[in-house]
Nanobody, 118 residues
Framework: QVRLVESGGGLVQAGGSLSLSCAAS????????ISWVRQAPGKQYDFVAS???????NYGDSAKGRFTIFGDNFMTTVTLQMTNLQPEDTAVYYC????????????WGDGTQVTVSS
């Protein structure tokens, strides 16, 4: 079982920066990749970025050129560095881990609120 705890959210002005952290505990050796996913009020989940155990990264269109994801080799801490934030980035940001054990699983954190004022 893997437990995820997000931190680092808050209120920032447009053009500002924030770093979000995802701390993983438990059976972290089973983690295949960790993603950041966000949900704005009344909207569907939106993929932000992901990183694999091997260090491969992938970004959603909204994150390209502005956000950077990085983590340690043991997948215990994954950071999402966000720059040039805009009001449309306002959302709850969730950390999600996936693995292949027992046919596949995923685990989510409780989320952290990011609010960008104009």
């Amino acid at each position: 079982q893997v437990r995820l705890v997000e931190s680092g959210g808050g209120l920032v002005q447009a053009g500002g920066s924030l770093s979000l952290s995802c701390a993983a505990s438990g059976s972290t050796y089973r983690i295949k990749d960790i993603s950041w996913v966000r949900q704005a009020p009344g909207k569907q989940y939106d993929f932000v970025a992901s990183i694999t155990k091997g260090g491969g990264t992938n970004y959603g269109d909204s994150a390209k050129g502005r956000f950077t994801i990085f983590g340690d080799n043991f997948m215990t801490t994954v950071t999402l560095q966000m720059t040039n934030l805009q009001p449309e980035d306002t959302a709850v940001y969730y950390c999600k881990a996936r693995g292949d054990f027992a046919g596949g699983w995923d685990s989510w954190g409780d989320g952290t609120q990011v609010t960008v004022s104009s």
